[in-house]
T-cell receptor
């Protein structure tokens, strides 16, 4: 079985400061890892993914994430937060062994608030 | 980047009724997945269709069903609605390489 943990329900960051949203995962095989963002009354918007290769992946809107296999983590980061980054962020995992099975398992989400 | 539309965007039903939600990929995508999002349970996988066949199913009761048509459009149906079915229902399609799912705006279902 696969699972994702987002240990922080809420993260508050001052505008201009770096931000980190934490995610740890558990899968039987090698993971496909994703970050999505959700704005109020909207669907999920894809930010970035890790499939294989470089452990640091860059995505939309200046976000990046670092895959750490030994710590089974995939933390989302941004060097300088904007007020417009305030939203709900979801980490998701898919087991590479289950190719042909598109099921994503999501974390519970982290609400990010950027304080002006 | 793929696109998907969902209709209707908002829906209000009463307990015991049934409802059908629609998901239409803008361009042809063979894989369509459905998820339910609630404040209490978060995002949960409902089912996935690939080339009109259900390929995977989550842990939902049989009241939840779906189908996919030859043009890749998908519908999900919930029969005998319960208050707990109130949720945002999200449809997702896979990118061309199959790695990434792109989500539609969702249908907000309220059961009274």
């Amino acid at each position: 079985a696969q699972s994702v943990a987002q240990p922080e329900d809420q993260v508050n960051v001052a505008e201009g400061n770096p931000l980190t949203v934490k995610c740890t995962y558990s899968v039987s095989g090698n993971p496909y890892l994703f970050w999505y963002v959700q704005y109020p009354n909207r669907g999920l918007q894809f930010l970035l993914k890790y499939i294989t290769g470089d452990n640091l992946v860059k995505g939309s809107y200046g976000f990046e994430a670092e895959f750490n296999k030994s710590q089974t983590s995939f933390h989302l980061k941004k060097p300088s937060a904007l007020v417009s980054d305030s939203a709900l962020y979801f980490c998701a995992v898919r087991d590479m062994r289950t190719l042909g099975n598109e099921k994503l398992t999501f974390g519970t989400g982290t609400r990010l608030t950027i304080i002006p | 980047k793929a696109g998907v539309t969902q209709t209707p965007r908002y829906l209000i039903k009463t307990r015991g009724q049934q409802v059908t939600l629609s998901c239409s990929p803008i361009s042809g995508h063979r894989s369509v997945s459905w998820y339910q999002q609630t404040p209490g349970q978060g995002l949960q996988f409902l089912f996935e269709y690939f080339s009109e066949t259900q390929r995977n199913k989550g842990n939902f009761p049989g009241r939840f069903s779906g189908r996919q048509f030859s043009n890749s459009r998908s519908e999900m149906n919930v029969s005998t609605l319960e208050l707990g079915d109130s949720a945002l229902y999200l449809c997702a399609i896979s990118s061309g390489d199959g790695d990434t799912q792109y989500f539609g705006p969702g249908t907000r279902l309220t059961v009274l």
